[in-house]
């Protein structure tokens, strides 16, 4: 009988699952001491949830329609200039947080040209609501250009060329054969941004401490109550995360 | 003529991959572009159909110039070789997807969808998926949607190769019904010499981006135009041989020599040539005899058989001449064994014989 | 002459395009009106960007040596519980980094069992270097994880079996044949586990808000001073990660 | 025998790819395994080089059971249909891998290397990394390498369906050769009919998992023990007849009927049968003529030329008989036109007959 090949990398492997599954356990087991719904029910706590629940989907909305068409135009497309704007999209990704958020704030901050005129207008762009969805925005819609684009990318040309044969122009075409064959792909990169946008801390914090969204009241509950005090927001936060998710799979 | 392409170009980068090819199609025939992968075939289907803008010549479809049109302003209809049947849509919704887009009334859709699924005989899957079809039945709908809405060409890229070879031949013969029934002017691409000669009324045989070789399949076949079309269209021995001026002028090949066949040009070319002669038109008699007796209008080789490969149909025996060459003859019967002395004859009338150019004498 | 086919999408990608890029424009703009250096030269920042480049390398270090063998099997094996495997290696991307840093916190914090006994051997896993290791490796280990696997999946099966046949182990395989051909996807998954790891900032601000690396570093400074205030810093961030990110390309 | 598969089984899930599958193949010896994709025979492949732990049966190779060793302890050379050499290592030190593995000095290393390459005529290569090579020549180096270690067994897993129709037969020659001159010890898996009867000592034809057919290729193809052997090796016409006792029996299709050869039992099957009968055995004649002054010995048969295709070394000529069915007749010459009333001939000694239960009768 043979020895298991992968005994080696599958021990090595099991180390780091491991660790990934402890906070987990430990986490769902401590909320079984928590009084989960009365943390829920303060004022503060349902403002936090409220905010983020009209943030993240509005978030998630425009870097779909925004995010979706540039994938389409990637994945078709060579032009001059095309791997600057390969990386422009990477970029969000690897810049950390915080100094995104700074970023945005030089952009959009109080005391710059457009961030002043924007509060004239009545719509401040930083400790917003606002400011809350640009953050989130610039942190989670490169997930949705990315996924789309692999989507679009994994179709053969040849299935669109067959419907511009049958009559169809490049946009009919997108509606009819792209967006349908790429729809599993879009799905993911859409669920992928409103878990980052749900979930953003870095550049929220930057960009807009006040309003509170749920990941920032956790930290301000955490620096005045302790790890007890933010189970019952922790926990909410991460069910929303999973039941997206699991609703679309 | 209802296709023409006149003086077609086409680079990619640097890539010449079209180099002035001119072909006309004319209304009702299947013309066959043949040629190895890399000859340039496939770019000619994505030039007519408009989704390659070529680099230089023009495209006409019933006179009218379509090259700077879009894909969906021209009346083409095309099948490739790897199914693009829509899988989110059923039968009939692929085959109807072309008759919405020309505005066909939605029960006369109906009609029309029945009667060419009826054509290419699958009248009972019009509520299946893609995905639960068949390869061939694939192919199949894919006509269908090609045909349905009548287009002034239908362009077929290699339609019988990502298939097994047993359905190949089932869906060329439907190819073949199918294109004699509707009428439809056809250009087919493929790198198959059995199913571009079995289909095409006209050949256009390709060579690294240029035409080598364009008539009837036949005609190309029995007299090729240059050495290329004489290998890939069809096997070819390939033998160099002296020309000796004459009228006719004669061949030499390992001292023995024959007269070419009455019609033959003395022309300016001697020395030495390129022979092309077909496996099928070399027969062989076993033992040496002295080729001094022989006619004068046969070549009487010696040689020893090198292989025999048995392909069931028939033998190919490979020879070693004594000049050197290797020479490939077929056998139907029980060939002579490896080693046996032979004597290899070939009738000059079935030789290719080509200069130094690669120009025919 | 025809119109550009994609115009629609090409101006809609265009606006989030514009969105990305004028963080980074007006960000680099006001480099050139702050004192970066002398930000820099402070024993705070001194002390930040120490601490950040000595636990980045080895969170990436370690998610390497047990990431690889376990993206490996993913590649490789079937096995009953993959799916939740492969669940488990996703969780800590969608889980939002504060979430992750409480749940860490519930594992490893001051009054957890393995916590205490740390803490009693010496190495307390929280407010230490070691616990912000812990919480860049939650969140970053993925990133290598996932890309590997991505890599290995790309190598055809039949050149290991090639190497096999010619006499070679599964161990002897790996070495000589899959690590060589992952090389490149390795590689990236490194680049963006350490970019994320030395970025990290929601988790480690819940494990270990002290000692300082960059990113907790420029909260505390915003906090004090402001946008300004933290320019030097952000900028030393974003330099090392870029650095790091075209050493490899 | 050194390589011998018994009674070998192959599950994946609920299908059973290999169904009880025997072969053996003795020393020098190289046996193809032939069918259709999904046939079962890449799993064979897999199944001796150990990369497939089969669900049951016995694999041994020179006597020794390998069933459950794994794949680095057996002796085995394998080439797949896609390259397979390492892109990071130059020719040499492809060649070189596996004879490092089996602890050659290193000194001897090169000499073997050397002589292997000269084997594939590819000594010129050496320093070159794969994707400096041509298709064949990256298929010269994957025997080079997988024969450098001198293995018990060569495995050829489809070793040239992926290369163009004009480098094949060229490295089917090769493959002869090199396999001549080694005298390795051969397995060759293929879906190419001619591949497999141009290269075997002996052929077994697979069809879903089981052995159709077992024996030399000739053998086989002249009298196919089943249906799908008649119609997988090579073309093959099938009829339906009718099949009357007697010493020796007659068949008779559409009224005419004719003696079977000597030899032939009387057996018990009587009625409805299976015919098969090649394109090449089928001979036609123009015009009607009566039948009834006919031999005995041979089927004579009415029709009308339904369709001709040329296919350059012949034509193939489909004939609709008066009893409705369809029969293909091979011409080398120009054939009658379509819708010519043709007679055609059939010498029963060339027809293979299958009772209702696919045995030959």
């Known amino acids: 009988i043979r020895v298991p090949e992968l005994l080696v990398p599958a021990l090595l492997g099991g180390l780091i699952l491991v660790y990934f599954l402890l906070p987990f356990v430990t986490f769902l087991y401590r909320t079984g001491t928590a009084d989960v719904l009365s943390g829920l029910a303060t004022p503060e706590a349902q403002l936090a949830i409220r905010n983020s629940l009209l943030t993240a989907p509005v978030t998630t909305a425009i870097a779909t329609v925004l995010g979706v068409p540039l994938a389409y135009v990637l994945a078709r497309k060579s032009f001059p200039g095309k791997r600057l704007v390969e990386a422009l999209v990477i970029m969000p990704l690897i810049v950390p947080p915080v100094v995104g958020g700074a970023m945005i704030l030089t952009a959009v901050g109080r005391f710059t040209p457009l961030g002043s005129a924007a509060a004239a207008a009545g719509i401040p762009l930083t400790d917003s609501l606002a400011g809350v969805i640009l953050a989130q925005l610039f942190v989670a819609a490169p997930f949705v250009i990315i996924t789309a684009r692999a989507g679009f990318g994994a179709i053969d040309v040849r299935v669109e060329q067959a419907s511009r044969s049958l009559g169809y122009g490049p946009v009919s075409t997108f509606w009819n054969v792209s967006l349908p064959l790429a729809r599993g792909a879009i799905l993911a990169g859409i669920i992928l941004t409103f878990a980052r946008a749900i979930g953003e801390f870095g550049a929220t914090m930057m960009v807009a401490y006040n309003p509170r969204t749920m990941p920032t009241r956790i930290w301000v509950e955490f620096i005045a109550g302790g790890i007890d005090a933010i189970v019952p927001l922790a926990l909410a936060l991460f069910a929303i995360t999973l039941g997206v998710l699991a609703l679309v799979q | ?361």
């Open chain 2, 1 to 361: 003529m209802i296709l023409e392409l006149d003086d077609l170009t086409h680079r990619y980068g640097d890539e010449l991959a079209v180099d002035g090819v001119s072909i006309g199609v004319g209304a009702g025939e299947l013309v066959a572009v043949l040629g190895p992968s890399g000859c340039g075939k496939t770019t000619i289907v994505q030039a007519v159909a408009g989704h390659v803008q070529p680099s230089g010549g023009r495209i006409r479809l019933r006179g009218a110039d379509v090259t700077d049109d879009p894909p969906e302003a021209r009346q083409v209809g095309i099948v490739f070789q790897h199914s693009t049947l829509f899988p989110h849509l059923t039968v009939e919704e692929n085959v109807e997807y072309g008759l919405k887009a020309r505005d066909v009334p939605p029960g006369h859709r109906e009609e029309v969808v029945t009667r060419f699924l009826e054509l290419v005989d699958l009248p009972e899957q019009r509520e299946a998926y893609p995905s639960e079809l068949s390869g061939g039945q694939k192919r199949r709908v894919e006509l269908a949607r090609a045909l349905a809405p009548e287009p002034d060409v239908l362009l077929l890229d290699e339609p019988l190769s990502a298939l097994d070879r047993s359905l190949r031949v089932g869906l060329r013969e439907e190819i073949a019904r199918i294109q004699a029934e509707t009428g439809v002017t056809t250009l087919l691409v493929t790198h198959d010499q059995e199913e571009a000669m079995s289909l095409a009324d006209r050949l256009v045989v390709m060579d690294d981006g240029r035409v080598a070789g364009i008539g009837p399949p036949r005609e190309l076949y029995e007299s090729p135009p240059t050495p290329f079309v004489a290998s890939f269209l069809g096997r070819s021995n390939a033998l160099s041989a002296t020309l000796a001026d004459g009228t006719p002028p004669t061949i030499e090949i390992g001292g023995e020599s024959a007269r070419l066949p009455e019609g033959c040009e003395p022309g300016t070319v001697t020395g030495t040539v390129d022979c092309h002669v077909r496996p099928e038109d070399v027969t062989m008699t076993v033992g040496v005899t002295d080729g001094s007796g022989d006619e004068d209008d046969v070549l009487s080789l010696q040689g020893v058989v090198r292989r025999v490969a048995d392909v069931g149909r028939r033998y190919d025996v490979t020879v070693e001449l004594e000049t050197g060459a290797e020479l490939v003859a077929e056998r139907a019967a029980r060939p002579p064994e490896r080693g046996t002395r032979v004597e290899v004859r070939i009738r000059p009338a079935d030789v290719a014989v080509f200069d130094s150019e690669n120009e025919r004498v």
